[in-house]
């Protein structure tokens, strides 16, 4: 293995002491333009890199802040990979000195508008990572910090308008596209299709939904499509679920465009003795839809992999913050994955279980 050029190495070429390559390097007064044009020259033949980990070693530790949802109820569905994906992110690059700083947010006084707000105003923090659908205070809140100078990547939702650095999320139209041509090469022309389709004010939502119609208008697909949209409660969701499943004729496939979704869905079936009667598809891999796969309830579940989001997500802010990197674009797609019951094993890892 070849051994790294040092500056030390560069100052012997050179012949002058480290500190004057030191000042050329790094841009310090003290050296003449002929100087610096020479030692960068000799760099640039050495091959050499700066040590970002030693250099970062010498610095002050690097606060970066995580708002998402808190991994209880139903948000644990979705958010405890997000949360993970974080935290193994940060590990793997403490070399680095990065510390996390966890925000979790929940409805009312917790929201995550009144949390990003104290969080600015009684800590230090370097960079931010957070979901970008939120309400306006949210928004205005995650706003301030770019406005301070505090680099902000988005995670799950986009909103381009906040100033952020980065996105890192599935690409939803893509999603519904594919689920589209998945359903429709499992059932007759004109099976009814029923969806839970989630929170109409929500982009990853109502972007998959899109994906979904578009596809089908494309291709000539007739089949009837029912939506249940969220409103009023995640009762009065199943209830409609239920109902539609029990008195709509004709129905020969479902499926949810979120975690909380399919949960209800999966129950809906079984309330109803539907279940293993019609195509099913849930969203994302937990311990209740491993359960509906497992057991013929789903047929499929299209996994958003929330985890690498979060992961890639980390990485890419702690680059920009120790290496002074920027991201190769600034959104950045995470593939999705369609998981059977005969694939299932495959995901059934250290992470899944530790979560479970």
């Not at 109820?73 to 700083?101: C, H, K, P, T």
């Not at 009814?192 to 291709?219: K, R, T």
């Not at 409660?233 to 709509?248: D, I, W």
Request: aromatic share 8%; proline share 4%; glycine share 10%.
């Amino acid at each position: 293995m070849d051994k790294r050029t040092t500056i030390t190495d560069i100052a012997k070429r050179a012949g002058v002491s480290i500190g004057t390559v030191h000042c050329a390097l790094n841009g310090k007064p003290g050296v003449s333009e002929q100087t610096r044009r020479r030692i960068s020259e000799i760099a640039k033949q050495m091959d050499y890199r700066p040590n970002a980990v030693a250099a970062s070693l010498k610095r002050k530790t690097v606060r970066i802040a995580a708002a998402f949802p808190g991994p209880t109820e139903e948000s644990r569905y979705y958010y405890s990979f997000i949360w993970q994906g974080l935290r193994d992110s940060v590990r793997a690059r403490s070399d680095y000195n990065v510390g996390l700083v966890e925000v979790p947010f929940y409805m009312g006084a917790n929201s995550q508008a009144n949390e990003l707000s104290t969080l600015l105003e009684t800590q230090q923090i370097d960079g931010l990572i957070t979901t970008g659908y939120t309400d306006l205070r949210g928004m205005t809140a995650v706003q301030e910090f770019v406005q301070r100078g505090v680099p902000v990547v988005l995670v799950g939702d986009d909103n381009p308008t906040s100033g952020r650095l980065l996105c890192v999320q599935p690409d939803y139209q893509i999603i519904g596209r594919t689920l589209a041509e998945l359903i429709t090469r499992q059932i007759p022309k004109d099976g009814g299709i029923l969806i839970c389709a989630g929170d109409v004010m929500v982009p990853s939502h109502y972007l998959i939904l899109q994906g979904f119609d578009a596809y089908l208008l494309e291709n000539g697909c007739e089949n009837p499509v029912y939506k249940v949209h969220e409103g009023g409660g995640q009762k009065m969701v199943y209830e409609h679920l239920v109902r539609e499943l029990s008195g709509r004729g004709g129905l020969a496939a479902c499926w949810s465009v979120n975690a909380r979704g399919s949960v209800l869905l999966g129950k809906a079936l079984l309330e109803t003795g539907r279940a293993g009667a019609v195509t099913a598809v849930g969203s994302d891999l937990f311990e209740e839809n491993v359960r509906f796969l497992r057991d013929g309830v789903f047929t499929n579940l299209l996994y958003k992999n929330p985890y690498a989001q979060a992961y890639t997500a980390a990485k890419h802010l702690i680059e920009h913050l120790i290496k002074d990197e920027r991201p190769p674009q600034d959104v950045i797609f995470i593939g999705s994955e369609i998981i059977f019951r005969s694939s299932l094993p495959m995901y059934d890892n250290g992470l899944f279980r530790q979560l479970r």
